[in-house]
């Protein structure tokens, strides 16, 4: 990837030029969800990271993630969605049903760039609300590993070989971007592809999707279209991962040190030198 494809940050300009993420993530008991969520969005040059969450979260989240503010997770009194230029929903929601008025409310309503991931991916699938996905007006990017994947195909599990078959299926069923992680992550959108060459096995660790969905929603939020932010998304998480395995190994790297090497990769990729990629 080349390092042209990022946005300059202009001398004159403040937070409020680099968008906010809204992080609908976590729930009691997964509260590390949203925070490698929210820390790698921060991590990711988003002006403003807010957390719409339970308020048994708040004290664990202020501290462990301090640069984000926290709502509680209502959207009729406390949040207008369409404040945030991006929104990442899912990683760590959880599956109950308390879930439904907030899916709905975000695929009928929100107008901007929505990364659905995990729980997120799972709730549409087990409380029927594709309809409300395939009509939704936002630009959409789905991050589902090859579990999730095949959950959203209602099949048993994907063989590795239809990988790209069953990205293109759900692609072609959803009309969003998509995201299928693992080795080489692809990212589809309709009539294109891209295929990832950055990351390692390392990553297979729990927090590394959620620290994906932050990245990809952070980018979102500071114009990149859907599409792009993907694209760039994976190539930088994947690049985080690489640098960690360079500096820890990738036995015992964790979640939170991928997030943590997020801006390194960005400045890889800026400069376009280190990386050793130049495509
Ligand atoms: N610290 C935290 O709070 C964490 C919370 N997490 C959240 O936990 C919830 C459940 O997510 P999980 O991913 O753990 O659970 P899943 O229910 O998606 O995974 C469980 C099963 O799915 C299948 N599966 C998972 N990854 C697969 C792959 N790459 N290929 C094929 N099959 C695969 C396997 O059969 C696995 O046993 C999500 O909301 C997630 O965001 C996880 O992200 C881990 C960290
Ligand atoms: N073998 C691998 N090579 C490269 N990347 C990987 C590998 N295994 C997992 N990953 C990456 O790690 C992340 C795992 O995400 P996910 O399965 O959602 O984990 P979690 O839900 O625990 O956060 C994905 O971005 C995936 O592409
Ligand atoms: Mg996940």
């Not at 939170?256 to 376009?272: C, G, K, Q, T, W």
């Amino acid at each position: 990837m080349n390092g042209n494809v990022l946005k300059p940050r202009k001398i004159q300009s403040h937070k409020g030029d680099y968008g906010k993420v809204l992080a609908v993530s976590g729930s009691v008991g997964m509260a590390g969800a949203a925070v490698m969520c929210g820390r790698a969005a921060i991590r990711s040059g988003a002006g403003l990271v807010r957390f719409a969450v339970p308020k048994e979260l708040f004290n664990i989240l202020q501290i462990c993630v301090p640069e984000a503010t926290c709502l509680e997770r209502d959207f009729e009194n406390v949040i207008d969605i369409n404040d945030y230029e991006a929104i990442a929903l899912g990683s760590g929601l959880g599956l109950e049903k308390s879930n439904i008025p907030i899916l709905k409310k975000v695929l009928n309503d929100y107008k901007g760039t929505l990364v659905l991931d995990a729980d997120g991916l799972n709730c549409v699938m087990k409380y029927s609300l594709y309809g409300n996905l395939k009509a939704s007006q936002a630009d959409i990017i789905l991050t589902p590993h090859m579990g999730e994947a095949a959950r959203l195909l209602e099949v048993e599990s994907i063989d590795i070989k239809d990988r790209e078959k069953a990205a293109r299926e759900i692609q072609e069923a959803f009309g969003t971007t998509v995201v299928m992680k693992g080795a080489n992550t692809l990212v589809l959108t309709e009539n294109k592809i891209y295929v990832n060459d950055t990351g390692n096995p390392g990553m297979a660790t729990g927090g590394s999707g959620d620290v994906l969905t932050g990245i990809i929603a952070s980018l979102a939020a500071q114009g990149y279209s859907g599409y792009e932010a993907a694209k760039i998304g994976v190539y930088i998480h994947g690049l985080a991962g690489d640098i960690c395995a360079e500096e820890i190994g990738q036995i015992g790297m964790t979640a939170m040190d991928i997030a943590d090497r997020v801006p390194e990769a960005f400045r890889r990729l800026a400069s376009n030198s280190n990386d050793g990629r130049d495509k």
